[in-house]
Each structure stands twice: as structure tokens, then as C-alpha cells.
């Protein structure tokens, strides 16, 4: 008989000198990234912000979709998307990294979605506080989790499911957790979540749950796949690890000059050019941005824009700089107010998760 082990993959590693296979590429183009020269929107537009779709994006009707909010709570709730809209409307601008940003750069090579820095986005999301609407349900005192379930449904390592992530109770009850239907101002697109997703300020993607149908709270810690077996950081296959949470610091030069088709070099005139991009962090907010143009042997401070998105958005930097001709390397190193940084040799793990190795760019400044 023929079941669901023949055609699901388990996780591997990629051989020391395989290219990205067809089922890598695959992924890669469902599930896009930023085009870096979009990093000059500090919102980022809806269809330039990266995807993640683990399986299909689902069929929802936002005229009938409804959220349940049940198992360890007084009084079990259910809310329609009209409901929802009625409540307090806040708007938040929010940083969303891929957890698994950076995976396709690191050897050897964890085989899944093969990002290199683009899984990032910076939008408006428009929605509803969850904590209020867990006061009203009435969370059991001895509650540990907060399990959010999408409505998506496939089949991972073997394993049949629907996405479905957990929060620790005190996480899911920050008041920065809002139940979004709104991105920049607009219902929520299909591929983002529609009609209903969670946000989760601070933290990397996954926890970010989209097409939200259900939010269960239970008083034994969730062990479903997206959280006990996916989404951890693990030395090898045995390691249990510890879980992916917050955005390491990162910042990302937006490549400056033109680009070459293929090898996407940059090509600059001499003279006076204005280096610049943007940078985040989920633990604490961006506190300085250093920039070198040698590929990390000298750096020099980035002068920072005002932090006007709050402390869970990206926050955009420059630096002046007037090269000669040849031949040079960007890249830029975000620190956050709890002394975080970015690693110049970038820590493995075997998912490929949580990276914030510092970006190069390689760029040509032709001659005078
Ligand atoms: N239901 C559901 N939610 C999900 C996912 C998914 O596959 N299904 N992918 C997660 C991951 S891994 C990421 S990085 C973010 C991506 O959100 P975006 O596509 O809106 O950028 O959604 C998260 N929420
Ligand atoms: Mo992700």
C-alpha cells in the first residue's frame, strides 16, 4: 500500500558540493522574497513583501470565516471576521523575517525553502489585540500554551497537519499581539493570511500564523510538529534543541548602482554615492548600524533615520561614501540595545534557522 512515506522527503543535508536541486527551486518560486531595491519603502508594498507557504494557500470566504477561541478557557468563543472589525482597530508596523532567512549561504546546506537575505518584509498590519478577547474567554490560571491553527492543511516528513503553532501563555498575552486582516491598509491578500492572521511582534515569521481559523488554550505544553519537531535550533537529528522565538539583529544594504543580469554584481560611476538600507532586531531596538565597503576588515557608523515605526519595525540608516575605481565588498552590521550583533562567521545549525550572517555585496565602480 502506498502511503504518505513515499512522497514525503525527510529533513537532510545537502552534499558538500550539490547544487539547489528542482524541489529546492520549487519552493523557492512559490515562496519569493523582497527584491532588495525595495528596501527603499520603509513599508514595504504588499506584493513586494517575502512569501512562506508551507502547503496551499487556502479557500476562505471572509463572509462566513469565523475564529474560535476554546479549550482551556471559562467560556469558549466564537467571533466572526465582522465581529472582529468591530473591536478596538490598531495598526502596527511590524518587521516579518523567515526564520530560515540565510539558510542557502550556510555549509552544508540544510535542504528546505533556500533563502539567502530577502525572506523580509516591513508592513502595516491593521487589527485587533488577541489578549483582550483570552481576558473575555477566561484563560485557566494553570494555562502554559496558546496553540494557533491555520487552515491550511499538508503533509511534512510524513507527518499529516495542519500549520498550526504554539505561544507560551505570556507571549500570546503581550498586547502587542494583534489579529490582523488588514496589510498596509488593504483586506489581507490570499498569500499573506486572508481573511484572518496572527502577528507576533518581534518574533520570526513562523509564529505569525496566517489563514487563522482557531486559538486553543491548553494547560500541557503543545508538542505539534511546528513546534516540537520544525522551527528548533539543533546541532543533529537526536539534538531536541530549543525553540526558534525572536529576530536575531540584522541589517541589509540596499545594493547600490545597477545590477549585472546574472551575476547581479553592482556596477557604480565614481564619485559620491549614498550607501544605504535598513535594519531590525525582534529582542530590542536597533541601537547602531556600522557599514563597510572591504568585505568586514574596516567599519564605519551609519547615520541612523529617526525611529518612527516603533520598536518592532526596521529602521532605515546611511552612509556616505565616494569610491575610486575597483573592486569592493558591502555589508552592514545592525547591534540592538541588548548588545546583540551579527556574526562575521555565522553559527550552524541543522535547520538553517535564526541566521544573521552579515550580507555582501559585491560591487564594481568602473573607471573615471
Ligand atoms: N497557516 C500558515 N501560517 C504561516 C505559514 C504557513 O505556511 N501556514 N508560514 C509561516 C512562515 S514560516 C512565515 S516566514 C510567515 C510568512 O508570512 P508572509 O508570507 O505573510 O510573509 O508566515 C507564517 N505563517
Ligand atoms: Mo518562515
Redesign the pocket.
Known sequence: MTTVDDVSRPSRLAAADEAISVEELQLAARNHGIPLEALRYDVTPAGL???????DIPDLDPATHALTVDGAVDRPLTVSLAELRERPRVTRRVT?E??GNGRALLRPRPVSQPWLVE?V?NAEWTGTPLAPLLREAGVAPDAVDVVFT?A?HGIERGVEQD?QRALPVTDAMREEVLLAYEMNGAPLLP???APLRLIVPGWY??A????LRSVTVRTEPFDGYQNAVAYRLRQDADDPGVPVTRIEPRALVRPPGFPDFMSRTRVLRPGPCTVDGRAWSGHAPVVSVEVTTDGGATWAPAVLDEATGGDFAWRGWRHEWTPGPGRYVLGARATDASARTQPVEQPWNRGGFANNLIQRVAVVVLPE
Request: proline share 0%; with cysteine.
Open positions: 513583501h517575502y512569501l512562506l507557504i508551507h502547503y516579518l523567515c526564520a525572506a518584509g491555520g491550511d500549520y498569500q499573506h493570511g515569521g513562523m505569525h500564523v496566517k489563514w
